[in-house]
């Protein structure tokens, strides 16, 4: 699978492109990582260096990679945090060019927006764009709970909700245009508080899987969440599966990071649990 990723970079820790490349890789998928940014480190840390690239050049790299013949190989992209509001219009662009050169191809979309506990941590122009612009042209759409709550204007999801209330905005926003629905960082109202879901949703059902809640908060797991969920999905063409192991590599990502007491997501050093994920949290039907 050859996968053409717009999002992120930084230098130091793992998030965007530098969290989605690696696990994509040592799945055996090939990456053409395309930066919209390139920082020193994340901006959880409230300082950081390096340039907010020019959508301009963004698109210009894009075209770099037309030029050399091999889009009609390209079998998805995937999309993560934008930087510029301008860079929704290069990505739209890059996603009709991919589908042009191969209409088999998918498009994944994280509309990094923010969280419930951080409320939103991006220029305020983009998430209005995502939802007019972005999500309409997106095959598979990985929001958290907060940022589908967003995106349907259903503000009551970002604190614990009904699972129907989760169901009923990814049935919205499957009917703006994506096919498949991957709703993070799920807090149903009646679940019990040391646990949190995660629920996939297309025209065929809905699944949910939980897992233990872990004492963290770790950036980049939404990056590593959209990466494989797109790449199982792809392989195994089965929602349920997809689910489960993205599950199962995430939760034992973020373990082994709790474990280290480090700030960073310890990719490489679980990268086991990524490349053979123990498929121990089981994906249930909801409908």
């Given amino acids: 699978m050859r996968i053409l990723s717009i999002q992120s970079s930084v230098a130091y820790g793992h998030v965007g492109n530098s969290a989605a490349v690696f696990p994509l890789q040592r799945l055996g998928h090939e990456v053409w990582p395309v930066f919209t940014v390139h920082f020193s480190n994340h901006t959880g840390y409230g300082a950081w260096r390096g340039p907010l690239l020019d959508p301009a050049d ?12 091999v889009l009609p190989g390209c079998d998805a992209v995937l999309s993560g945090y934008q930087g510029s509001p301008a860079v929704a219009g290069v990505i739209v662009d890059a996603v009709q060019r991919v589908k042009a050169a191969n209409p088999a191809a998918s498009y994944t979309c994280d509309p990094v927006m923010g969280n419930a506990k951080s409320g939103c941590f991006v220029n305020p122009e983009i998430p209005p764009i995502i939802r007019e612009k972005v999500v309409p042209v997106a095959d598979i759409l990985t929001p958290n709970q907060f940022e589908l709550g967003f995106i349907t204007g259903r503000d009551t999801l970002g604190s614990p909700a009904p699972i129907e209330a989760v169901l009923e905005a990814a049935d919205e926003v499957r009917a ?5 629905i991957l709703v993070t960082s799920v807090e149903r109202a009646d679940a019990p508080a040391d646990v949190i879901e995660m629920v996939a949703v297309t025209g065929e059902g809905a699944w949910i899987v939980q897992t233990p809640r872990l004492p963290m908060k770790a950036n980049g797991s ?14 195994t063409g089965s929602p349920a599966t997809a689910l489960s192991r993205t599950v199962a590599s995430v939760y034992d990502v973020l373990a082994a990071t709790l474990e280290s ?13 990524i490349a053979h994920p123990q498929e121990r949290f089981e994906a249930r039907r909801l409908r």
């Fill in 58 to 69: 963004v698109a210009d790299v894009i075209t770099g990679i037309e030029e050399r013949g």
């Fill in 261 to 273: 007491g480090a700030r960073e997501l310890r990719l490489i050093d679980a990268q086991e649990a």
């Fill in 222 to 235: 939404g990056d590593i969440t959209a990466a494989l969920f797109t790449a199982h999905l792809h392989s």
């Fill in 176 to 180: 703006m245009g994506p096919a498949t």
